[in-house]
């Protein structure tokens, strides 16, 4: 990609989000008193001006893209970004395991969570030490419990299952 | 309270072991941290932060500025050895420690940046301790109207972190300005953004906000490309160091160490942009010019000089004025929060004794930095071996115990994971995340100052220019603002 068609897209999706707080997300979730009689001290003031240099920055951005003469890709583009649909698998798979941790925590508890998640993203990642791996899913998230709950005083989810002194 | 009195009161806090032990685990933790690439002194002040909840302030405080101190200099140890910075500010040091290393002389390059880290970390300590007092003196006339004042020109320094282009740098500092609205209003009380959800009436929590914008991006970013990383480490070689070597580039080190402290002061500033103007001054007056990029260890020196140099200078805004000089400072404002204490100028009145402790754990930090560092030299090779695809799982747990354990709240862990991939699409589209944490930091105190100095004023507008102090701020952001505009005006029409 280069920086001109980042700035395009960049610029659009900004003026996009700048219009849907200006009329939409504002007036609908931030909430003045009836009696505030000057705009200024209004807890709508300060969210529109931010939303009002939304909008200048993602025009600027625009005329960044329109003005801009060159076009090359960015240097390290193809280094950065690996071809192929592996990737996004690996993305979805991990967006899949932190939607499980959050489920996880209250249920499983934090370390028996924490133990799925560290092998699960071992193994995600293709580590080339899957022994070492399990060894340190188990011991790191007992030693953390060990660390937060009996030092730190943390009262660390327990889960509805196994719990640990 | 005498400068005895403060000094005695300031021994009693930190004259015990255990002071000076987090202290030296806080540099072990973090050379170790800035020398495996990719994890950052940020994120490793980050990680380390919810381990200090259960610490006194002092012995919290003096972690952290362990692990930050270590962390620059830890992330000069690969880019010297495999041409990868650990850190930011270590970019400077590729230039000429990387072909140090591929002549065989890596052992003397690594010396000469521990040396000049160490010299640049006592000059700016002994700054810190100079200047700071007498800024917060002087600033405690300030009112609303100066810290709004102060905060404004704080936020366009911003541009400084912006990396490559500003527009995105401001886009990010936009971007985290409108997620500090979320919670409850300031003065009245309503909610803005909160959707109804209690947790959100608070606002974000800024740790999961900063763990999440900083660690969770790459271990996401390792699941794009787990083998990214993947490089080659040189050996030491059987140079070293010599006192000729250290003598020699003695003068550049002073005056990197100077450039340091001069832009560690200046809010937003950071030590990347340090490192590489103290390089180009070093090289412009250097005898031996023609070999700065080939190999120089002048080069070495001046770079690591320049960064290390704002190690100590950040913490000046940080204490005098409540302000962060760059991220890492302002997770350790997030420290100073945690633990009940508000750094700005009452802290000098209020809190003296844990800023003189400060003071003497900065001073020893420096000696210990030169055992850490030269044990850390050897034993370098440990740590770059560490398989990175075992590291990021274990990165990811303990940002979940870290974020957890701040309000005892799942709530947190879910924003940290949602943030983490904002921080990522950020990441991808080379939008900068230290802008969009720095506006998060200062939005709310920006509003609350503007909002104070509105109702001072009955809403008169003309408070905001009432004193010299307001004058002085605004004459350095229309500066400051005005230096920002012709240098990208002169990037955007190269001149032949």
Redesign the interface.
Known sequence: MS?KT??L??GIF?CLVALF?IFY?IPS?????SN?G?I??S?LF??YV??G??VI??L??LA?AVTSAKDTP?EDEE????EGSA?WM??G???VI?VL??VG??TLG?VW??ML???A??F??????PV??VV??VI??LL??A??AH???????QGNFVRLP | MSLMDSLAAGFSLVGNFEAFFMLFVGLVVGVVAGAIPGLSATMAVALTL??T??MTPINAILLLLGVYKGGIFGGSIPAILIKTPGTPASSATILDGHPMAERGEAGRALGMALYASCTADAVSNLALILFAGWLASFALNFGPPEFFALILFSLTIIAGVSGE?L??G??SA?AG??LA?IGL?L??G??????GNPNMMGGLNFIAVLIGLFAIPE??N?????V?HLGRTRALGKSRCSWADYKNSFKTIIRGSMIGVFLGSIPGIGAAPSAFLSYSEARRTSKNKENFGKGEIEGVAASEAGNNGVAGATLIPLLALGVPGDVITAIIIGAFMVHGLQPGPMMFILNVDIIYGLFIGLIVSSVFLLIVGSVAIRGFRFVADL?K??L???V???C??GV??VN?N?FD??VM?VM??VGYIMMR???PAAPFLIAFILGPLL?DN??QA??MSG?DPSILFRGPITWFFWFLTFVTVFAITRSTLRKKVPLS
């Open positions: 920086e980042l700035h897209r960049l900004t707080l997300a979730f931030v909430f003045s008193p505030v000057n200024i001290l807890p300060w969210p931010l939303a240099l939304t920055v993602g600027g951005l960044n960015f280094t950065v970004h690996p990737p690996r993305l798979a991990l967006a932190m941790v959050m925590l209250p934090m969570t924490a998640a560290f092998a993203c071992a995600l990642f293709r580590t080339r030490h070492a791996a340190c899913a790191a998230p953390l419990y660390f937060f030092v730190a005083g943390v009262a660390i989810p | 919810p381990f909840f259960a282009s527009l995105r401001a886009l936009l300005l409108l609205t209003d003065v009245y309503t909610n803005r953004f909160t959707f271990i996401i390792m699941a794009w490309n787990p990214a398989p695809r075992i990021m799982p274990g990811l747990i303990l979940i115990y957890f354990a005892n799942i862990v879910g994971f983490g991939w589209n080379r939008i509003e503007f909002r509105m109702l809403s």
